[in-house]
């Protein structure tokens, strides 16, 4: 199974996961419901790190490492939280489709800071991406 197989289940697992914290964060602060989410993502990759034995891999993590995944954590905090926020102010229809505007975000931010090749398909599949969020928000 190569990347483009775990990157499409993503996508559907994505998917459920807007429709299902739609539904979760109705009737609950949205950073509540963050907070609950969050609690059992950590349980489950622990779960996953422990039952494959990776977890004794965690002393051999250099200090940039270590520093790169704390961001990354923080940044997918920040994201959650504005994520749930915007789910339980507006339909989930609309609010995952700007969500995915982080498509284009990291081919720029790719190509800037990690030296990507953002090529003429790439540049094109990502205007569209750009163009059918804005449509979908606005339409």
């Given at each position: 199974m190569n990347?483009?197989?775990?990157?499409?289940l993503s996508a559907l697992?994505a998917?459920?996961?807007?429709?299902?914290a739609?539904?979760?964060?109705a009737h609950?602060?949205?950073?509540?419901?963050?907070?609950?989410?969050?609690t059992v993502?950590v349980?489950?990759?622990?779960g996953?790190?422990?039952?494959?034995?990776k977890?004794?891999?965690?002393?051999?993590l250099?200090?940039?490492?270590?520093?790169?995944l704390?961001?990354?954590?923080?940044?997918?905090?920040?994201?959650?939280?504005c994520y749930?926020?915007?789910?339980?102010l507006?339909?989930?229809s609309?609010?995952?489709?700007?969500?995915k505007?982080?498509?284009?975000?990291v081919?720029i931010?790719?190509?800037?800071?990690?030296?990507e090749?953002?090529?003429?398909?790439?540049i094109l599949?990502g205007a569209?991406i750009?163009?059918g969020?804005?449509v979908m928000?606005l339409?």
């Amino acid at each position: 199974m190569n990347w483009i197989f775990w990157a499409l289940l993503s996508a559907l697992f994505a998917a459920a996961t807007a429709l299902l914290a739609k539904v979760g964060v109705a009737h609950v602060d949205s950073n509540l419901a963050m907070a609950i989410r969050t609690t059992v993502v950590v349980v489950f990759a622990w779960g996953i790190a422990l039952a494959l034995g990776k977890h004794g891999e965690i002393r051999d993590l250099d200090r940039r490492t270590i520093l790169f995944l704390t961001l990354s954590g923080l940044a997918t905090g920040l994201s959650w939280i504005c994520y749930f926020r915007a789910l339980q102010l507006g339909p989930a229809s609309r609010v995952a489709p700007l969500d995915k505007l982080s498509v284009p975000l990291v081919m720029i931010f790719a190509w800037l800071l990690l030296g990507e090749k953002l090529t003429g398909p790439a540049i094109l599949g990502g205007a569209l991406i750009t163009a059918g969020a804005v449509v979908m928000v606005l339409g």
